[in-house]
Structure formats: C-alpha cells, structure tokens
C-alpha cells in the first residue's frame, strides 16, 4: 500500500507559478514510476507529467509542455510538479498517482494509487 498526500494548490494569477508536492509512504518509494493528474469541472481526469522511478524519463502532454516540469526527490519521497505560466485552463484539482508500470503512464488506468487532490485556481 502506498498513501499519497498532495499539497501546494491555491488561487493564482494568469501567468504565475505554482509548485506542488505529493509526499509518499508505504511501501518503497523508488519503486514507482510516478505521476500528476488533473481534473476540471465537468471534465473527465487528465494526464498532466509522469516520471520513472531514478527520474530517467519524463513525460507531458502537448498542453503542459515547456510549462511544467515533474521531478522528484527519492530521499525525500516525495514528487513535486513545477507550474509556470499558469493559464486559466489549467484551473482544475491536481492528483498525484503511483504505478509500479513503466509503459502507460500517461494512462489513467495504470496508476493503482492515489491521492487525494490539491485545487488549483488559475484567475485571468
């Protein structure tokens, strides 16, 4: 089992920036390939970045590319998402998830734990 705990959201403006942090524990963090997810509403769950388990690979939808950056910090267990030049669209509830796959990571399915979710509001 592993729990995650996500934490930095808030209300910024149109072209801030925002870190979020997804702490784990559990089971072995570095096991997991690791990833963020979003969700707006009235909208279905949206791949946002993922990460291999050293940090190896990164991975991001055409929508946050060049805007966002995942890492993570194995000592720490925790993943943290960077967010600059933030729009109005990316308003939506930010969820961190773990997979011990390292294929589909951009597929919601493939992710067997999550977090509950950090709000992020983006005003124009």
């Known amino acids: 089992q592993v729990q995650l705990v996500e934490s930095g959201g808030g209300l910024v403006q149109a072209g801030g920036s925002l870190r979020l942090s997804c702490a784990a524990s559990?089971?072995?963090?570095?096991?997991?390939?690791m990833g963020w997810f979003r969700q707006a509403p009235g909208k279905e769950r949206e791949f946002v970045a993922a990460?291999?388990?050293?940090?190896?690979?990164?991975y991001y939808p055409d929508s946050v590319k060049g805007r966002f950056t995942i890492s993570r910090d194995n000592t720490k267990n925790t993943v943290y998402l960077q967010m600059n030049s933030l729009k109005p669209e990316d308003t939506a509830v930010y969820y961190c998830?773990?997979?011990?796959?390292?294929?589909?990571?951009?597929?919601?399915?493939?992710?067997?734990?999550w977090g509950q979710g950090t709000l992020v509001t983006v005003s124009s």
């Open positions: 998830a773990a997979t011990s796959r390292s294929d589909s990571v951009w597929s919601r399915g493939s992710y067997r734990y």
């Open positions: 990460i291999t388990w050293n940090g190896g690979r990164l």
């Open positions: 559990g089971r072995t963090f570095s096991d997991y390939t």
